[in-house]
């Protein structure tokens, strides 16, 4: 069964520090792993796109792995600051004839002045 | 701003109705996507339109219907509504069939009395 677990579920951290935060999956056949940021009630963000031979890829302060072979992916925050509390949702894509696109819950960080 | 319109914001409706979501995507952008987020579901692919035609499904319900008309806006169709299908309704556009990034609107906000 197509499946994208994240982890932690909720995750609090001062301003300033660093943090990584998990997705794990079992979606097959691979297409690209997304990671999305979602501040509350707004459209999700797209942060990084990976496909199946990238294994790191970084935009700005954000951080994403990619492990094809063990199916995990990280997302690495550094110098984290206010703005980045928000719910990260990472998105796995399958090709089966036609795209299928399997959404992890989310993890929802919480940064503290 | 994304650049991906969506109508209304707020939809207030009683059990049993119709209601249509409209969304325009980017300018240049050939796909629709069409999500719902609930609170104990988290974000769900419902279907992608590409140039007019259907591309992919997901979880939609029979209930449910879309379509993408020739100017590329679409419309996501509800009908006998339920109180479970009080959500958010994301749309989002990109270039391509759906390797690319995907640019998600403001939503509209459902809520069925």
């Known amino acids: 069964k197509n499946q994208v677990e994240q982890s932690p579920q909720s995750l609090i951290i001062l301003e300033g520090k660093n943090c990584t935060l998990q997705c794990n999956y079992t979606v097959s056949p691979f297409s690209n792993l997304r990671w999305y940021k979602q501040d509350t009630g707004r459209g999700p963000v797209s942060l990084t796109i990976?496909?199946?031979?990238?294994n790191t890829k970084s935009n700005g302060r954000y951080t994403a792995t990619l492990d094809a072979d063990t199916k995990q992916s990280s997302l690495h925050i550094t110098a984290s600051q206010l703005s980045d509390s928000a719910s990260y949702i990472c998105v796995v894509s399958a090709i089966v004839g036609t795209y299928k696109y399997i959404f992890g819950t989310g993890t929802r960080l919480k940064v503290l002045a | 701003d994304s650049g991906v319109t969506q109508t209304p914001k707020h939809l207030i409706t009683a059990t049993g109705q119709r209601v249509t979501l409209r969304c325009s995507p980017r300018?240049?952008?050939?796909?629709v996507y069409w999500y719902q987020q609930s609170l104990d579901q988290g974000l769900q692919f419902l279907i992608q339109y590409y140039n007019g035609e259907e591309r992919a499904k997901g979880n939609i319900l029979e209930r449910f219907s879309a379509q993408q008309f020739p100017d590329l806006h679409s419309e996501l169709n509800l009908s006998s509504l339920e109180l479970g299908d009080s959500a958010l309704y994301f749309c989002a556009s990109s270039p391509d069939r759906g390797t690319y990034e995907q640019y998600f609107g403001p939503g509209t906000r459902l809520t069925v009395t």
């Open positions: 300018s240049g952008d050939l796909s």
């Open positions: 990976m496909t199946f031979s990238e």
